[in-house]
Nanobody, 122 residues
Framework: QVQLKESGGGSVQPGGSLRLSCTASARPFSRSIFAWFRQPPGKEREFVAL????????LYADSVKGRFTISRDNPTNILYLQMNDLKPEDTAVYYC???????????????WGQGTQVTVAS
């Protein structure tokens, strides 16, 4: 089972940008789907974005569409989430996850990172 580790979280003012990274411990299987989820304070974990590891087809939650971009670098096994125009409601712990289904549902993912905190505040 691939291990995932996120980095790049931090505090930023509204309108700012952050780039999250997620490093996989091994080369993902060709059918792997990688995703970012987030868990705001006091709320359930929710889908943010996903991408096919080979093929690049991406899907975004409506709340982040046009502001966030998911991408991956195959040679280094790193998944990214570029977050622009951040808003206070983007404050959450962000998790990367790996699965084999093109799905926005949490149960579809069997490997999870430990999470990285993103705080957006003035």
């Amino acid at each position: 089972q691939v291990q995932l580790k996120e980095s790049g979280g931090g505090s930023v003012q509204p309108g700012g940008s952050l780039r999250l990274s997620c490093t996989a411990s091994a080369r993902p299987f060709s059918r792997s789907i990688f995703a970012w989820f987030r868990q705001p304070p006091g709320k359930e974990r929710e889908f943010v974005a996903l991408i096919r590891w080979h093929g690049g087809s991406a899907l975004y939650a409506d709340s982040v569409k046009g502001r966030f971009t998911i991408s991956r670098d195959n040679p280094t096994n790193i998944l990214y989430l570029q977050m622009n125009d951040l808003k206070p409601e983007d404050t959450a712990v962000y998790y990367c996850a790996r699965g084999s289904q093109y799905s926005t549902s949490l149960p579809a993912y069997d490997s999870w990172g430990q999470g990285t905190q993103v705080t957006v505040a003035s």
